[in-house]
């Protein structure tokens, strides 16, 4: 038992070793484990002697990574998530286990375990990726879903693969006679299983979380969500199909509970814990003899499955539609051999399918292709480029980006929208309200068919190739509106579209402060950064509870803006400047101004209201019914309805309308 904890103890030990050089090095934090497990296990320095209760360990961490995946996997996540799921997730996930098993018989392998193979090889690593999507932000943008998905339809696909090696291992023995009968029982073990699962998820689970949570005890909920997971992965297992298949039922089953967010807060930090022992185990496992012996034919595997895999899922992209440098990254995301694919490849061997040779070879690409993953995302940009001059991938991508042209609209779009989710679907509201001609850019193609079912005039395509802009007449839009989650796309949009339109209001919804510097050294005229609107919106209205003076707020919004321009809410004064007129004038203003029915300057005339007399405001033009009245003569009378645009100076307020 001291053995064992000491152990523990120098894994953890060289676990936090592990993260902390990656850190540093910008590495996922999966590969330092999976080198220090090859350090520290029976075939290096021999530090660690348990080997076989690590495993175990590091199984229950398996069984708890696939309980949460089934935990944050939920039906209205899939359909959210359809085109990207159905279409990217199948092509990725057969198209490779289909390239893969053909190529495998040439190396004497029997035609089922090649097929097995292949489907195992097709699994990429949901730990790395994930994490390389997160610490760059990119989780949320059209690339990122489509990895995203394409990962969920991994992870759910591994079920029925490891469920295939028993009746694959039967075809495969001596006449082959009994892969009929493994396929019946296995078929009727899967719709056993799915009746128990159908049972827990309507009557069983439900009942037992709401007696757990009227008790209001952490301690009692964490209890049950362990039972739960290890009660129905047990089930599984005693039905002669896997834990793995179990946990992520019991997962599945919680997710569509009103409990699942909490259950995967309590379960989070289990399973990472457990999954850092699973990769250590996995570098145990390692045998640099056969790694030493074989590595000739070692690299080769590694260099045929890091040339498919990228080639494969870059085309699932393109098939859903993503750019060429979108659908590259996303290959190259998804090109290494993943975590999954060494429980699928246990369950074979478990299975009498395969045996450790073919452990160990899938083991050698496993760890071969992590340690390639960073330099195959840092190369995407420098292959898009050259495979974009390539001819046939001009013409590929050209039918990819074919548009149908716009509506014909009376004149080219005043406000472009680049982007078409919150923010975008709000801005195109208001200016269809305001009869302000507007376009959207979208590349979300569930977006862009929402947007042509409410006859908003759009454009699919990625906004930051000038083809797109053009396409949508950016050159000619006085003010274009970027508001996407993708920060390293917005950077590229506004380089683009700056170029085109020289004289356009550009406004960028950012996430943080630190992107509105260089947004704006790039063209952006205006960035709104979320954390500091978020924190100004917070502290007004909490001051505002405390009775604090609005004068008083607005001195300390000012104060908290600090160098950044100022960018005033609720339709106050800059929100509302005419940025068109490119009126650059010390301590001076431009507004529109609309007047209302209640207004005091309506049935006046312009020399009569005295506004530059009373308030230093001059009448630039009225737009009345649609028509313009430029530079207006003091005789002019003003009528409700009218829209005034002035100069004024900066800290005027219009509250005459």
């Known amino acids: 038992m001291q053995s064992l904890l000491l152990d523990l103890v120098l894994i953890f030990g060289l676990s936090v070793l592990a993260a902390v050089v990656c850190h540093r090095l910008r590495l996922p934090s999966a590969i330092g484990l999976l080198l220090a497990g090859v350090v520290a296990g029976p075939q290096a320095l021999q530090l660690v002697r348990n080997v076989h209760e690590i495993e175990l360990l590091a199984e229950i961490g398996v069984v708890l990574l696939l309980f949460v995946i089934g935990l944050e996997m939920s039906i209205a996540d899939l359909g959210r998530l359809k085109r990207f799921f159905l279409i990217g997730g199948s092509s990725q996930f ?74 694959l291992a039967g075809s495969a023995g001596p006449g082959g006679g009994g892969g009929v009968t493994a396929l019946g029982v296995l078929l009727l073990k899967v719709l056993l299983v799915g009746l128990l699962g159908y049972a827990a998820y309507r009557w069983i689970v439900p009942t037992v979380l709401e007696r757990i949570t009227r008790t209001r005890s952490s301690e009692a909920f ?11 992965a ?73 040339l498919i895999k ?73 292959v898009s480029r050259v495979l974009g001059r390539s001819t046939v991938v001009r013409r590929i991508e050209r039918r990819v980006a074919a548009q149908p042209p716009l509506p014909e609209t009376p004149a080219a779009p005043r406000v472009l929208i680049i982007g078409f989710g919150v923010t975008g679907r709000n801005l195109a509201k208001t200016c269809q309200a305001c009869d302000v ?39 000619r839009a006085r003010a274009i509106v970027v508001v ?31 992107e509105v510097e260089p947004l704006t050294q790039l063209g952006a005229d205006e960035v709104i950064a979320d954390e500091l609107e978020v924190s100004i919106e917070v502290f007004s209205r909490v001051l505002s509870r405390m009775l604090v003076p609005r004068e008083s707020i607005k001195a300390l919004i000012g104060e908290v803006r600090g160098s950044w321009r100022r960018m005033a809410r609720n339709l106050a004064a800059e929100a509302t400047q ?80």
């Open 94 to 167: 057969f198209g490779t286990a289909a390239v893969i098993a053909l190529l495998l018989p040439l190396t004497g392998l029997q035609v089922q375990q090649s097929l097995y193979l292949g489907f195992a090889a097709a699994l990429s690593s949901t730990a790395i990726v994930l994490r390389a999507l997160q610490d760059k932000g990119e989780l949320e943008t059209p690339k990122g879903r489509s990895i995203l998905s394409v990962l969920i339809y991994q992870d759910i696909g591994v079920v029925p693969v490891m469920l295939m090696a028993p009746m």
């Open 578 to 657: 005419v940025n068109d007129l490119r009126v650059v004038l010390p301590q001076l203003a431009t507004h529109s101004l609309a007047l209302s029915g209640n207004s005091s300057l309506a049935g006046q005339t312009i020399a009569q209201s005295q506004l530059r007399e009373q308030h230093g405001v001059t009448v630039l033009a009225v737009q009345r019914n649609g028509q313009t009245i430029a530079n207006p003569r003091g005789d002019v009378q003003l009528l409700a309805g009218d829209v005034l645009f002035v100069i004024s100076p900066e800290d005027w307020e219009p509250a005459l309308a």
């Open 484 to 514: 996407i989650d993708d920060a390293a796309a917005a950077r590229r949009i506004v380089e683009v579209a700056r170029r085109m339109a020289p004289d356009a209001y550009i406004l960028v919804r950012s996430r943080y402060l630190r």
């Open 234 to 306: 047990v089930l599984t297992q005693s039905l002669g199909l896997s834990l793995a298949l179990g946990a992520f039922l019991a997962g599945f089953i919680l997710s569509e509970s009103e409990y699942s967010h909490q259950a995967v807060a309590v379960m989070l930090p289990f399973r990472d814990v457990l999954m850092s022992l699973f990769f250590i185990s996995i570098g145990m496992l390692l045998d640099l003899n056969y790694l030493m012996e074989h590595l000739g034919v070692m690299l080769l595997l590694t260099l045929g499955v890091l």
């Open 310 to 382: 990228p080639l494969v899922a870059a085309a699932a992209s393109l098939a859903v539609g993503l750019p060429l440098a979108q659908s590259v990254y996303a290959g190259m995301a998804l090109g290494q051999v993943g975590e999954f694919s060494l429980v699928a490849t246990k369950a074979g061997v478990s299975a009498g399918l395969l045996s450790q040779n073919h452990f160990q070879a899938v083991l050698v690409v496993l760890v071969l292709s992590m340690l390639a993953t960073p330099l195959m995302l840092q190369a995407s940009p420098v």
């Open 437 to 475: 001609p507007f376009a959207v850019v979208e590349l979300n193609t569930a977006l862009v068919r929402e947007a042509r079912s409410q006859d908003i005039p759009v454009v699919y395509g990625d906004a930051s190739q000038s083809a797109i802009l053009d396409l949508a007449q950016a050159s």
């Open 222 to 232: 964490l209890l049950g969500v362990f039972m739960l997971c290890i009660g129905i």
